[in-house]
DNA sequence: CCGATCTTTGACAACGGTTCTCAACAAGCG
DNA sequence: CGCTTGTTGAGAACCGTTGTCAAAGATCGG
């Protein structure tokens, strides 16, 4: 039941920290074995999944179905404008849609209400940078 | 670049067409055999993938990644709350949300913006037998 | 009708992300 | 220290999905 304090964990912690952006579990690793820290890639998929679990981090799935994961700032619920490009990724919050969603949700008889609001676009950079 | 009408096509539509429900590619070629209509798999998923290219289906990814279609009833635009026990679908739309997603994402400078709204519970029917 | 043409089909292999397996390993504790 | 028990990692297994390619069939000009 323990939780023990691994080189690994830590490892994909600090990764994660330096990291602004949404990033895939390969990305993670590779990004390790970069930097010379050598993890089991099995070992990277148990610690995000951990950390995703104790919402230290969150998790989205790309459009090809891919799971990305990042370290927010915040630890409330919130969602991301993201850039499909480079994974640029804005923090956004949005009371009106949780209201809504809830309202509309309850008014069909429905429980447990879960949303998933996401958005994608291109950011500025990336616009320029295909030009 | 034809679009020939074949047996299995067509088949994939009205199993479709019977179904009110988001259901799986396997789903659809199950129910396919089992009514006697022989289809395979590879053909059940190309099929819906032009389908979908199309706009004829509308596709959504269940939480574990798989994805599930569904003829809506609307070709436009819009939303689901879907029963994530049953499948149960409430086709929705809000365009308060259309609004507020775009002129977020603008705002931070982004552009081509799609966005991911679904919205998941679990439906009367579901709670009452769970009970 | 009859082929010729050219898309579609289907059984199966291949793919890619993720999870499982299990023996070797190391945290934390007394 | 030793022990106990959670953790690691290399590779296999998994599973939804897509690719392969020869055979089948839809469409069309004649």
New interface residues.
Partial sequence: MAARMTRQRTAVVEALDEMADFRSAQQLHEALRARGESVGLATVYRALQALAEASEVDVL?AED?ESLYRRCARREHHHH?V?RMCGRT?E?D?P??EA??SK??AA?????????????????DC?AAAR
Wanted: a negative charge.
């Fill in positions: 799935r179905g404008l850039c804005v956004i949005g009106t849609v809504w969603a509309v949700a069909q008889g429905f429980d447990d209400i879960e949303h998933t609001i996401e958005l994608w676009g291109t950011c500025a616009r």
